[in-house]
């Protein structure tokens, strides 16, 4: 086995959960093995009984799966459902006075809302929406900042059967054009502005320059009013969230949806330059939110989670809009950011608001272990019982400062993988019954049939790496990539690996001997950046779409705190740039991919040459450029370079 492989999977120390947090946990070793039993012994049947227990029906299913048309798997078909009634009228009988959402501004004040006012506030901005034309099966953007009206505009839309597609508030004008018209959206809900450490952001301003960047099948604009700021408004397009409530009612009937009815289109990037549109269905989506808020973070009615994800991500999906409102449980959502007005502000906020669980992303870890890793001791974190992280493999020595610094040493982490595509945790703990390793994401979850294969579709043994797979089809797979099903089969279900009959994850991973997952890294050209997926091509796209440029590659190199780093290798049109000439570029360009897709995708490092390290036949040498971009010897074969001179050229600018 890979020494490197061997060194991170086997001298890994475990940490069993606490005897205290096995004997509340939902899900003990036990339960877990049952639970494993019965996915083993009928797949369908395991879940068919479950989507009847967790979910409220209008009209029951028959059916649990229908294959017929595989990969395009149907799950409860047949059955009526409305999501944003599971969410919120499930509740009300019991719990209405209870407290849904507790949201924290970028400034510090607070606001809270019960299931009851949630429910109101959904209902009526549902009126709303349906007052301006928009209904059943209508797509809408959202691109809003992290407040409980974000919340309160997708669960709307789930209420009246419209489709919404979030869109990361980070992203830029031109990112909005381009999913307005990839989705076909009817309208657009925004806010005038949103406020992220101290910074204003121009929420409306981005929008107004995203419809004027070319046609569109945006017809309204509804605009919530966050800060006192006025905004141009278009005559007969755009509207005032609160105009647009005037006069409407407090109630609002959901929408009877059908299981396989879209619930949203959620944009993530691919190996092309043009980001895909994800497809979920709206039951079996919505059974796995609830299920692995129940079974991985453990929630019971006196819990306050927190997860830190933004909503422009499935994480906010899935674990911010739907699964914490489905499992009843009182949550946070915070508008800021970690960092601002010091790196002492999510302490604070655990000691304010004294959430039970915590769910973040590695990257965020470790910036904050750097800005001060005494600092979580300073403040009182006794209500914290289980952490998780999520988004991309988190180093040992973040996950050990995470677990003694803010767990106190006394709370599991749950390291759940996951993607966009799989809707929820995949290879995660149930964490009263698995011990963690720092470092995996532990073993698959019960009816998630992961496994580590080869080409053939044959298992590889413990210790050898190769393609993660997940062999039976699950309710919360994605359903397909929006206008493009051939990319869809040929993405997920591609015709060389085990004859296209598994959902090939595109990760690397190796189980160990005890059958623990270690996720190795992206097959395809996609980077992963503060958790963030950002596609290669898709930034080679943005560089040479500036005059600027004639031709760009662009790698990830390693970073200890991002994860990886964006590092382009940059061809100019015109004359090679020198010391201040090649500096100003680089901050053009640098701004350019910013303006075109957005902060997250910004390089950090451009590189310039007079031509890329080719081989004879054309094809650029990616490996090459990892190399160089890590500052390392090329020990690589480099005699099929058309160009070794390039080399000393991207070299020389370290
Ligand atoms: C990719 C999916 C699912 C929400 C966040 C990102 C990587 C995700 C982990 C983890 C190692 C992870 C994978 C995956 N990833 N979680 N716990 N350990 N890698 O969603 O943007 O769809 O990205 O993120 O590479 O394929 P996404």
Redesign the pocket.
Known sequence: MDEKIKSVTEDSKTYPPSEEFVRRATIDAARRKALLAEAAEDHVGFWKKLAEDELQWIQPFTQALDDSQAPFFKWFADGQINASANCLDAHLADNADKTAIIAEYDDGSTRTLSYRQLHTAVCRFANALKKAGIGRGDRVLIYMPMVAEAVIAMQACARIGAVHSVVFGGFSARSIHDRAVDAGAVALITANQGKRGGKTIELKKAVDEALELGEHPIKKVIVFKRTDEQVPMVDGRDIWWHDAEQGVSDSCDPEPMTAEDLLFILY?SGSTGKPKGIQHATAGYLLWAKLTCKWVFDIKPDDIFWCTADVG???GHSYICYGPLLAGATQMIFEGVPTHPDANRFWQMVAKHKPTIFYTAPTAIRTLAKLGHDLPGKHDLSSLRLLG?????INPEAWRWFYEQVGGGRCPIA???????TGGATIAPLPGAVDAKPGS?TMAMPGMDAAVIDENGNEKPRGEPGILAIRKPWPSMLRNIWGDPDRFRSTYFPADIADGKYYI???NAVQDKDGYFW?LG?LDDVL?VS???IGTMEVESALVASPQVAEAAVIGRPDATTGEAIVAFVVPQNELPEGEAAQAMSASLRDWVKKEIGAIAKPAEIRFGSNLPKTRSGKIMRRLLRTIAKGEEITQDTTTLENPQILEQFKKQS
């Open positions: 993530t991500w499935i994480t992280t999520v988004g991309e493999p390291d759940t993988w996951w993607q966009t595509e994401c994850a595109g990760d996720i992206r992963n958790g963030h997926r």
